[in-house]
């Protein structure tokens, strides 16, 4: 088929990572025969400095016109540090989740055999690990209306959700649920909060309509505790924006490999695949940083267009490169350490010749 | 000195682990020569039993008058399993809260050399970890205005907090560092919320204040991540009520020892010490509860009257019995267990003795 990748690489390590990420892409293309066009864009910091805007229309109409974007890690410590900047980088991300209506965030957790020394949890919990989080991304009180009283004394925020929000997002976490293990908790505080209510009735109407899905619901408090004690009983987990914020992060670092983890963000209009972690501008432009999470966003993206083998074919040679030990400093062992480049290479390599 | 403390006891294992609590203080009062008068109350399903009310009038004065509430714990199944039930168990808790104006949880982590292995954390990221999460309990968006639109298609909760309510607890907060290790981490979500701006700013002209205490900022997916990674690195940490419900239920469960953790709410009018979990049913009048959670909230009573040896002498003989192996079955080894009064007993003898 005919793939259209909008590649936004960003600022930081992203352009790095982001081109191991092509070399993976276009070693599945040629295997599978497909043919990718990639079409690069501007966005973050360095939008910003050539065109004054971190998520410039020229970028989104690009994005507007992919099957899928291959996205890198924004952010550079030049704006962190001044205070007076009128346009930041991340606002780019802002604009660029708006415009496309990214309204979901999916963040699958799974363990690598090779890494399990380095979670911080005990070896018997975490092995085995292998879970997604669902997070609604553009509605709860982050986007609610807020405000000071006018003797500023007094603050408020307010969450909403609407019936057809909650919906949406239940129907991609139990399509999820319907390729993996068939299992969904839905997190949330039903027992205080009237928006939880709301999400509790809402996926109860829901269960009807997919009785193959095993349906739990749990509190978020207890969630957070369960994440830790059991890692191994989720299988999808989807909840509202504020409380996927907090379990997706402490989620991430469970496993003990934050580094690795890929992520995709659905869209009306096109999804967003990316790593979660930042645009590491202390390592940028020095061929180390570690390209597996864009990598395996790479994979994520051809699964979102239904290249079940060749998601497959990402993944095998990933875990056959964190087998070999062909990995970038951050992870390796003895200081036998690759170049991002070299496990780009390797990885193309390794999909071509299996 | 004299010291009246009420004693609610409760259901489930409340009266029991309550009663081994009682043993402790005495045997603190007689070393220590301090005069102690229990006044008995009434409080949850036992209080609905016999008198209808969950938190009955006669309850809260004998609260009002009393220097410290010694508190075990509330829940029946045969309310948990009737959707019809008009007055709950947990309604008392509420209705306490509220009436006592406990404005403040309390939360100690600490680790049991003995009881390490039981951490789902390695131990050596979890050895040592020893931190208060201290949460604000009569505000934020569990008591907001909150409901549904008229089509019942729309949700929404409020979150409002105020400078006033906001200093009252940084105070608490800033004053538990002062007694610790001089540390002070206010976890919100500034980056994005209002109340959690107005938090901060309070939190920061505080600092001038108490200018041997070191603040830190962090939002609460980052302290959702470090408290799994790093626990060792928190002193006091402070936070909103919905923050704190997260934050306080995963600290609980990363030391192993969710069952011997006890906590106090502080009030305007009185202080409630209490273990943090629940009543337990099933080994209700068995003798087989473990009662160190409830002592050592004795401990905390004790400390909030400013009785610091006596509060130190409860958890050396808690930590003595651990060594010893003078424990309940839950946390026995090789079948060596206890029963909860003679544990009981063995804390207060080991008091005196001391
Ligand atoms: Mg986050
Ligand atoms: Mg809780």
Same mark, same amino acid.
């Given at each position: ?26 070693? %599945?293309?040629?295997? @599978?025969?497909?043919? %990718? ?16 805007? #971190? ?32 346009? =930041? ?7 660029? =989740? ?8 999916? $963040? #699958? ?21 292998? @879970? ?5 991304? &553009?509605?709860?009180?982050? @986007? ?6 006018? !003797? ?7 969450? &909403? ?21 068939? $299992? ?12 939880? =209510?709301? +999400? =509790?009735? &809402? ?26 004690? +059991?890692?191994?009983? @989720? ?9 996927? !914020? ?15 983890? #890929? ?30 999470? &864009? %990598? ?18 990402? $993944?095998?040679? %990933? ?26 290479? +390797? ?8």
């Amino acid at each position: 088929m005919n793939i259209n990748i909008a590649v936004l690489p960003g600022d930081g390590i992203g352009p790095e990572i982001v081109a191991q990420a092509q070399k993976v892409i276009d070693a %599945v293309a040629s295997k @599978f025969d497909h043919k %990718v066009n990639y079409t690069n864009a501007l966005v973050g910091a360095t939008a910003i400095d050539q065109v004054g805007n #971190p998520y410039p229309d020229e970028t989104h109409e690009v994005c507007m016109n992919s099957d899928a974007v291959l996205f890198g890690a924004i952010g550079d410590p030049k704006y962190d540090n001044d205070p007076k900047a009128k346009v =930041r980088p991340e606002q780019g991300l802002l604009a660029m =989740r708006k415009k496309l209506g990214l309204y979901a965030n999916i $963040r #699958p957790v799974t363990t690598f055999p090779s890494l399990l020394d380095k979670s911080p949890l005990r070896l018997d919990i975490v092995e085995g690990a292998d @879970f997604v989080v669902v997070r609604e991304l &553009t509605g709860g009180i982050y @986007f609610g209306e807020k405000g000071r009283s006018e !003797d500023l004394k007094k603050a408020f925020d307010t969450c &909403t959700y609407t019936t057809e929000e909650i919906e949406r997002i239940l129907k991609l976490a139990f399509s999820y649920a319907g390729k993996r293990d068939k $299992r969904l908790t839905v997190v949330d505080k039903a027992n205080v909060l009237a928006t939880s =209510r709301l +999400w =509790r009735e &809402t996926a109860q109407a829901m269960e009807a309509d997919y009785k193959d899905i095993e349906v739990d619901y749990m509190f978020v408090d207890n969630a957070a505790m369960q994440l830790i004690q +059991w890692p191994k009983k @989720f299988d999808v987990m989807v909840t509202e924006n504020m409380f996927g !914020d907090i379990i997706s992060d402490e989620a991430s670092v469970i496993t003990g490999s934050l580094g690795l983890l #890929p992520s995709a963000s659905v869209g009306v209009h096109t999804s967003v695949f990316e790593p979660i972690h930042g645009s590491y501008p202390q390592a940028a432009g020095k061929d180390i940083a570690n390209p597996i999470a &864009t %990598v395996l966003s790479a994979a994520m993206l051809l699964e979102s267009l239904d290249l079940l083998d060749e998601a497959k074919a990402v $993944r095998d040679a %990933v875990n056959e490169s964190l087998d070999a030990g062909v990995v970038t400093e951050d992870i390796a062992r003895d200081g036998k350490a690759s170049k991002t480049s070299e496990v780009g290479d +390797w990885l193309a390599n390794c999909i071509k010749k299996n």
